[in-house]
């Protein structure tokens, strides 16, 4: 009892009202993912509007290679923020320290692998992520820049939620944003001012990832409020790092499935686009845009999710489980009304969005319309799974996290995309969208119930 005393007086994640620490840690939070999921949004705007929809094309061939270093980023610094919130709950600070230290090298290591693989076989994982002779000239320009910053997107990324986790979700906030900003300016000025097309967009979006990581580094990373980063600290311990992956399992699995998904979608809807009167481009590239736009919306639930990460975290780990269940009721129901408002928008006024992307052909829009209202049919109730799978990561079960993670994307969206085009055509790819969303709704709930009641 003394020990939890001590533990709370220390940190105001076991005292505070849960209503205002949720939105102290998670307003920065969907800030952060929300400026991180526009890094990819403004380029496609831009280029849209400066290239066409080829070029937009393009960038969603190279998405899936971001969105691996991403998984691998997320996996080490949500793993690594979890792994802050439970060692400071149980008041050990030195082994959060040894966690931290040991993420911090290994998201440098990744980022370097990554850039050296995709610079030597920038053309082959094109052509696997569903390039066309039309889109590759676009990709292969586009990506091999984009590989350059790497480095520094793991960086920002991955240390954004250690921040967070450390008490500081204002300064992980002003990173992204500054590094948006500069995204923000480069992006037409290289683009219409330059002249430097699709290769403009991508240094566009380096420069931004440099700014934020340099931010992380320099101003911040020994200055961590709650441990203190001493050099033996940088040497990874193999237990400490194999706690932390698992425990950031769940974010590494959401987006490996999401370029999986990416894969098996683009080269599906060029497969039976191009026997439809859409062609081969159209779909890819509207599906694209669809599936970025509502990785916005995904990006605020998993913003106010992980936000509120430290918060299921210190209070697990301190025993205090009350303060866990009304910060998940909250979660849950910020989330659902952030979804339902996007569900509207997206079935109610879908142009109005698209055509922020460009103006094409009357085909063009034709499908992007049906895209966005079929595909994103059930996204209102995505909030159940999306932040359940971060609840159970923040209270250390890797493995309901990993299971929630996996099954909308893997378990049945997959399936779906296969099955439903022998029989409906290009516009069975769009279809299998809500079927998955309502299967993975049913075991969210299903797993949330089970948990909660075991939890005294």
């Keep these: 009892m003394k020990?939890?005393?001590?533990?709370e007086s220390k940190n105001p994640l076991g005292t505070e009202p849960v209503g205002k620490l949720l939105l102290?840690?998670?307003?920065?939070?969907?800030?952060?993912?929300?400026v991180n999921a526009l890094y990819n949004i403004v380029d496609q705007v831009f280029i849209g509007r400066g290239i066409g929809y080829l070029g937009n094309g393009?960038?969603?061939?190279?998405?899936p290679m971001t969105v691996i270093a991403l998984a691998l980023a997320l996996m080490l610094g949500d793993g690594a923020a979890a792994y802050l919130s439970l060692k400071l709950g149980a008041n050990e600070p030195e082994h959060a320290a040894e966690g931290v230290g040991g993420a911090s090298v290994f998201l440098v290591i990744v980022g370097v692998i990554l850039a050296v693989i995709y610079l030597i076989f920038t053309k082959p994982l094109c052509m696997l992520f569903g390039a066309t002779s039309e889109t590759l000239p676009y990709a292969l320009d586009y990506g091999r820049i984009i590989a350059i910053g790497l480095p520094f997107s793991c960086i920002s990324v991955g240390y954004s939620g250690v921040i967070r986790a450390d008490g500081s979700p204002k300064f992980s906030m002003a990173g992204l944003l500054a590094g948006s900003v500069i995204n923000l300016i480069c992006?037409?000025?290289?683009?219409f001012v330059f002249k430097w097309g699709i290769k403009g967009a991508a240094i566009a979006t380096i420069l931004g990832q440099f700014v934020n990581a340099a931010m992380c580094v320099w101003y911040y990373i020994f200055r961590l409020r709650h441990i203190r980063?001493?050099?033996?600290?940088?040497?990874?311990?193999?237990?400490?790092?194999?706690?932390?992956?698992?425990?950031?399992?769940?974010?590494?699995?959401t987006q490996m499935s999401i370029v999986l998904v990416m894969a098996v979608s683009n080269n599906l809807l060029v497969k039976y686009g191009a026997m439809s009167i859409y062609g081969a481009e159209i779909p890819m590239t509207?599906?694209?845009?669809?599936?970025?736009?509502?990785?916005?919306?995904?990006?605020?639930?998993?913003?106010?999710a992980t936000g509120a990460q430290p918060i299921f975290g210190f209070n697990y780990g301190s025993g205090q489980t009350d303060r866990v269940k009304k910060t998940l009721k909250i979660t849950l129901i910020i989330a659902e009304s952030v979804l339902i408002c996007a569900f509207l928008l997206f079935q109610f006024a879908p142009m109005s969005v698209v055509s922020i992307f460009g103006s094409e052909s009357q085909l063009y829009n034709e499908f992007a319309v049906k895209c966005m209202r079929t595909f994103l049919m059930l996204c209102c109730i995505n909030g159940f799974q999306l932040v359940s799978g971060i609840f159970f990561q923040a209270i250390?079960?890797?493995?309901?996290?990993?299971?929630?993670?996996?099954?909308?994307?893997?378990?049945?969206?997959?399936?779906?995309?296969?099955?439903?085009p022998t029989f409906m055509g290009v516009e069975g790819v769009l279809w299998a969208g809500p079927v998955a969303d309502g299967m993975a709704f049913i075991l969210a709930i299903t797993l949330l119930t089970i948990n909660l009641r075991k939890m005294k």
């Design 3 to 7: 020990m939890e005393q001590t533990i």
């Design 24 to 34: 102290q840690f998670s307003v920065p939070g969907i800030i952060c993912m929300v």
């Design 58 to 63: 393009a960038t969603n061939v190279i998405m």
């Design 187 to 191: 992006d037409p000025l290289f683009i």
């Design 229 to 253: 980063l001493k050099k033996e600290y940088l040497r990874p311990r193999l237990k400490a790092i194999e706690k932390i992956c698992s425990m950031g399992v769940s974010s590494f699995i």
């Design 286 to 304: 509207t599906m694209g845009i669809t599936m970025k736009v509502n990785q916005i919306m995904i990006a605020v639930v998993i913003g106010l």
């Design 396 to 420: 250390g079960k890797p493995a309901f996290s990993a299971i929630l993670s996996l099954s909308r994307q893997v378990l049945f969206l997959i399936p779906a995309m296969f099955i439903l």
